[in-house]
Each structure stands twice: as C-alpha cells, then as structure tokens.
T-cell receptor
Framework: AQSVTQPDIHITVSEGASLELRCNYS??????LFWYVQSPGQGLQLLLK??????LVQGIKGFEAEFKRSQSSFNLRKPSVHWSDAAEYFC????????????FGKGTKLSVIP | EPEVTQTPSHQVTQMGQEVILRCVPI?????FYWYRQILGQKVEFLVS????????KSEIFDDQFSVERPDGSNFTLKIRSTKLEDSAMYFC?????????????FGEGSRLTVL
C-alpha cells in the first residue's frame, strides 16, 4: 500500500526566509505526487503536481518541488516566505490506477514570524 | 475561478441521528469524491463516484454511509446513524476529464461534530 510521510508537524520561519517542507512517499513505481495548501477555514488548494518529465516542477504562489527518486522524496520549497504563506501543507500521492484515490500525508503546519 | 461548494460548513448532531452533507461540483466535472479528516489525523479517502455509481470505496465507507447525486447537480454524503467517531471535517472533491493528470478541486469542507 502507498504511504506518504511528512516528518515535520510544525515549522516556523521568519518572513523572507527560505522554506523547505519534506515529503517522502513509498511506492514501487513512480507515483503521481501533489502538494496542497489549506489556509484556515479554506479548502485544499493544489500548489503543484508531478507525473513525469522534469523533476523540478513549478507551482502557484512561487512554490516549487523537486522529485528525487533515489530518496523517494518530493520536497516543497520557496525561496522567500511571505506572511500569507502561513497555512497547513499536505503532500499527497496516487498510483495512477483505479479511481484517483489520493493518499495524504499528515500535513505540516507553517507559521511565519513577521 | 470555478469552485466546489459545500453545505453546511458546520453541523452539530446527536449520536444516532442521520446527517446529509451536500456538495455542488464544478459544472462540467464528472468525477466526485468524498474525503474526511479527523482532527489531528490524515485526510482519508472515503469514496469516488462516476456515472451515477460508486467507483471505489475505502474500508471506512461502511453500510452507514451512502452517496448519491439526486438531482444531477448536488452530490451528497449521507451518514445514516452517526457515531462519535464520525466527528471530522468532510471534504468533497471533483475532477473533470483530464485523466490522472487532471486536478482534483476540493471544497472548503463540512465540519461534523457528533455529541
């Protein structure tokens, strides 16, 4: 069975600092990988996704993520964090088979210090 | 931007009562999903729905749960007899016809509290 691990439950960064949120997946083949963001009181918004091709993918709001097969990782990065980036971030994957059943990580809550 | 809307945003109910959570999908989307998130835990898949029938369901989706699209627009999740452990945020999600590359659009969620 697939699993997605986000090792960091809560991260605090200063505004303007760089950010990296970790995500590891377990799946034999290359999964479909996603990062979602959930702001307080909001639904889940897709930041970016990876299926194949270039392992560095660009998303919305200045985020990017890099797929590293050797490390089974899909870490999310942003060079300079803004206060509005404070939210919860979820990594998710699916196998590309069946009915698009997403497996989510437990999420990482990001706090931004002004 | 098109969006998935869910009602109610928050419902409090007594154990044993029936609850219906409603979702209005994005108009041209054909694939519908329910996910839930118990407080402090992962977002979990419940069920997928396509062409007026369930495509796939998880172990969580037992006989007390049902889904339907009663009027061709709303997509509902019914919990027949709620239990304390059903307290969670329930997310509706919909997808167009973009294959596995298609984006899943989530609603803002319906928080269910069972007392």
């Amino acid at each position: 069975a697939q699993s997605v691990t986000q090792p960091d439950i809560h991260i605090t960064v200063s505004e303007g600092a760089s950010l990296e949120l970790r995500c590891n997946y377990s799946y034999g083949a290359t999964p479909y990988l996603f990062w979602y963001v959930q702001s307080p009181g909001q639904g889940l918004q897709l930041l970016l996704k990876y299926f194949s091709g270039d392992t560095l993918v660009q998303g919305i709001k200045g985020f990017e993520a890099e797929f590293k097969r050797s490390q089974s990782s899909f870490n999310l990065r942003k060079p300079s964090v803004h206060w509005s980036d404070a939210a919860e971030y979820f990594c998710a994957s699916h196998s590309g088979a069946g009915s698009y059943q997403l497996t989510f990580g437990k999420g990482t809550k990001l706090s931004v210090i002004p | 931007e098109p969006e998935v809307t869910q009602t109610p945003s928050h419902q409090v109910t007594q154990m044993g009562q029936e609850v219906i959570l409603r979702c209005v999908p994005i108009s041209n989307h054909l694939y519908f999903y329910w996910y839930r998130q118990i407080l402090g835990q992962k977002v979990e898949f419940l069920v997928s729905f396509y062409n007026n029938e369930i495509s796939e369901k998880s172990e969580i989706f037992d006989d007390q749960f049902s889904v339907e699209r009663p009027d061709g627009s709303n997509f509902t999740l019914k919990i027949r007899s709620t239990k304390l452990e059903d307290s969670a945020m329930y997310f509706c999600a919909t997808r167009g016809t973009g294959g596995f590359g298609g984006e899943l659009f989530f609603g803002e969620g319906s928080r269910l509290t069972v007392l």
